[in-house]
């Protein structure tokens, strides 16, 4: 039979391999973790200095305030816009990969080859191991039973009126109907 390729670097080499590879890889995530702090207490600064509120009289304090404020609702309102351009573009990328997923197909659907089964393995496959026997079909159906319609008879009308002419006829329509 055939046999698998031997590996060109043995097991020990790999694994050392792999576990130098893997402790780079997280001294780098390390380093970019602390570069993005940096960074972040960078902008931080630039944007905010830190206040000086020593020396400041009352309506200068009044008017710093007022200045924040119309700065923490300016950055509201830049902060809601972003959100909202971030749910509609979510919206936008959740409509687009459903448009992908049914122009691939809901799945690959293997090729698949006759087979033929009798009745008996079939229903060996479907219910277990709890049919030994071959099962009679026939057998098991169920038997209805036709009722017959009681038609009455057609016959000449002709005949039928001379009968029930006369008080006669009456009586035997009268009993017919009790």
Same mark, same amino acid.
């Given at each position: 039979?055939?046999?698998?390729?031997?590996?060109k670097?043995?097991?020990?080499?790999?694994?050392?391999?792999?576990?130098?590879?893997l402790?780079?890889?997280?001294?780098?995530?390390?380093?970019?973790?602390?570069?993005?702090?940096?960074?972040?207490?960078?902008?931080?600064?630039e944007?905010?200095?830190?206040? *000086?509120?020593?020396?400041?009289?009352?309506? %200068? !304090?009044?008017?710093?305030? +007022?200045e924040?404020?119309?700065?923490?609702? /300016? @950055?509201?309102?830049?902060?809601?816009?972003?959100?909202?351009?971030?749910?509609?573009n979510?919206?936008?990328? *959740?409509?687009?990969?459903?448009?992908?997923? %049914? !122009?691939?197909?809901?799945? +690959?659907?293997?090729?698949?080859?006759k087979? /033929? @089964?009798s009745?008996g393995?079939?229903?060996?496959?479907?219910?277990?191991?709890?049919?030994?026997?071959?099962?009679?079909?026939k057998?098991?159906?169920?038997?209805?039973?036709?009722?017959?319609? +009681?038609?009455?008879?057609?016959?000449?009308? /002709?005949?039928?009126?001379?009968?029930?002419?006369?008080?006669?006829?009456?009586?035997?329509?009268?009993?017919?109907?009790?």
């Amino acid at each position: 039979l055939s046999q698998k390729p031997k590996p060109k670097i043995s097991a020990s080499r790999r694994l050392f391999l792999k576990t130098k590879l893997l402790k780079k890889a997280m001294t780098m995530l390390e380093s970019e973790k602390q570069a993005r702090i940096a960074d972040k207490q960078k902008i931080l600064d630039e944007r905010h200095p830190t206040l *000086q509120l020593s020396g400041l009289s009352m309506q %200068e !304090l009044q008017n710093l305030c +007022k200045e924040i404020h119309q700065k923490i609702d /300016r @950055v509201d309102e830049e902060r809601y816009d972003i959100a909202s351009k971030v749910a509609i573009n979510e919206k936008e990328i *959740q409509n687009l990969s459903q448009k992908v997923f %049914e !122009l691939k197909g809901k799945m +690959k659907r293997p090729n698949l080859r006759k087979v /033929r @089964v009798s009745a008996g393995a079939m229903l060996g496959a479907l219910l277990g191991a709890k049919v030994k026997e071959s099962v009679d079909f026939k057998a098991n159906l169920k038997t209805v039973k036709k009722e017959e319609e +009681k038609k009455e008879e057609v016959t000449d009308w /002709r005949k039928n009126v001379d009968a029930m002419s006369g008080m006669e006829g009456r009586k035997k329509l009268f009993d017919a109907a009790q």
